[in-house]
């Protein structure tokens, strides 16, 4: 097949339609939108608009507050750690991913206190809570913030 020889599916290429041009063009007068009415005139179909009634939007309570720059951790728990690692290994954002403990790291990996800890981890993340840095140093591990 040559690029000369491409031609459009039977059906694709539609003949233009003239609106209002005419009773005789199938579209004359009216031109589709009927008689009368807020949707026959030009420049009225405000989005949102309900005839007068209050809008959706305007009736629905306006609550709560959705911080966009906050951080937002991907977690994991020590006992996770004890379960997938030998002692000594280092733990880190791409090591975590490697073992398939974490799919994203999104703005960063935080280690959570739940489970036990019986192993000397190096652990280096972003953030931890308090409990997890404890049982982390308690096992004689290291546990640096990146």
Do not use: C, W
């Amino acid at each position: 097949m040559k690029l000369h020889e491409l031609h459009a599916v039977k059906g694709a290429n539609k003949p233009v339609t003239r609106k209002g041009r005419g009773a005789g063009s199938g579209n004359g007068k009216t031109a589709g939108y009927g008689s009368k009415g807020q949707k026959a005139r030009s420049g009225v179909k405000k989005a949102g608009f309900e005839g007068g009634q209050m809008p959706l939007q305007r009736r629905l309570p306006k609550v709560g507050f959705n911080n966009i720059f906050a951080t937002e951790y991907a977690t994991v728990n020590v006992g996770v750690l004890d379960a997938k690692y030998n002692a000594g290994e280092t733990v880190d954002a791409e090591s975590l991913k490697a073992k398939g403990i974490l799919k994203k790291t999104l703005d960063g990996v935080k280690i959570l206190g739940n489970g036990e800890l019986t192993k000397a981890l190096n652990v280096k993340v972003a953030a931890y809570s308090a409990s997890a840095k404890e049982k982390i140093e308690k096992a004689g591990g290291k546990a640096e913030v990146m």
